[in-house]
T-cell receptor, first 115, second 112 residues
């Protein structure tokens, strides 16, 4: 069985603040993939990043960065200098090789960035 | 590529009616997923196809729900008979192997 937990259901910050969204996962697979998706108010699900279990290098893309820590089964997402357009629900997801590549989503974190 | 295409975008139907949701995956993708999103339960995986074959349908709520994938470019999710508690946004997503899944824009279903 695989499980993704996003303990923060809602976060509110003021524009330009940094914010970190937490994601903790459980899986018995040794090979697995982790993802982050963004769901803006318009409702679509937008892919942000994929990491595989063998690559613990942190990744930075503009104001976005991701910290993968296998030792703590975490894959946290940080937005630097947040902007109002970052307001959305963010989902962390897990796909294990032995789970048939099914995507299991966390409950999501609603981020509100206020001007 | 136009991405994953779902139809209709919105559906309002009366309790007891049959509802069919449609999905066209991205060409070349061999995995297809149907998800349901509600405020109470979040994003739930209903069924997963690989190479047009249903691999896991353990998320399908009950016998009123059925899904088919007759070929690599088309899938349907049918609810018969529909009930008010089926009201949700239904997403279809496709992926190539173990790569990221791309989602359609969803079908907002309201059963009155």
């Amino acid at each position: 069985a695989q499980k993704v937990t996003q303990a923060q259901t809602e976060i509110s910050v003021v524009e330009k603040e940094d914010v970190t969204l937490d994601c903790v996962y459980e899986t018995r697979d040794t090979t697995y993939y982790l993802f982050w998706y963004k769901q803006p108010p318009s409702g679509e699900l937008v892919f942000l990043i994929r990491r595989n279990s063998f690559d613990e290098q942190n990744e930075i893309s503009g104001r976005y960065s991701w910290n993968f820590q296998k030792s703590t089964s975490s894959f946290n997402f940080t937005i630097t200098a947040s902007q109002v357009v970052d307001s959305a629900v963010y989902f962390c997801a897990l796909s294990g090789v032995n789970a048939g590549n099914m995507l299991t989503f966390g409950g999501g974190t609603r981020l509100m960035v206020k001007p | 590529d136009a991405g994953v295409i779902q139809s209709p975008r919105h559906e309002v139907t009366e309790m007891g009616q049959e509802v069919t949701l449609r999905c066209k995956p991205i060409s070349g993708h061999n995995s297809l997923f149907w998800y349901r999103q509600t405020m109470m339960r979040g994003l739930e995986l209903l069924i997963y196809f690989n190479n047009n074959v249903p691999i896991d349908d353990s998320g399908m709520p009950e016998d009123r729900f059925s899904a088919k994938m007759p070929n690599a470019s088309f899938s349907t999710l049918k609810i018969q008979p529909s009930e008010p508690r089926d009201s949700a946004v239904y997403f279809c997503a496709s992926a190539q192997g173990r790569t990221e899944a791309f989602f359609g824009q969803g079908t907002r279903l309201t059963v009155v």
